[in-house]
Nanobody
């Protein structure tokens, strides 16, 4: 059974940092392109970043230079390091394949506010 479990979210002040984790099970993780997505209140879910099985990364313009995606294939885990957080980064963050074809996990809430 495929399962994606996101963690690491929380409340942080503008300019702060967080590291999100996503543990995957039930898939051959190492061969998949993995992505992080987010959904803000009243908006559609959007792609934030993805990483190929070879480690090539790509970012949305809104997070480029502030966020870093990485993966540990031995742990079936993908990470999102978020720096210089802004209020507009507030959203529920999810991981999935890119393109997203797996069942969505519960996500992890990130709130950026003073």
């Amino acid at each position: 059974q495929v399962q994606l479990v996101e963690s690491g979210g929380g409340l942080v002040q503008p300019g702060g940092s967080l590291r999100l984790s996503c543990a995957a099970s039930g898939i051959i993780f190492s061969i998949y392109v993995m992505g992080w997505y987010r959904q803000a209140p009243g908006k559609q879910r959007e792609l934030v970043a993805f990483i190929t099985n070879g480690g090539t990364t790509n970012y949305a313009d809104s997070v480029k230079g502030r966020f870093t995606i990485s993966r540990d294939n031995a742990k079936n885990t993908v990470y999102l390091h978020m720096n210089s957080l802004k209020p507009e980064d507030t959203a529920v963050y999810y991981c999935n394949r890119f393109p997203a074809t797996l069942p969505w996990g519960q996500g992890t809430q990130v709130t950026v506010s003073s």
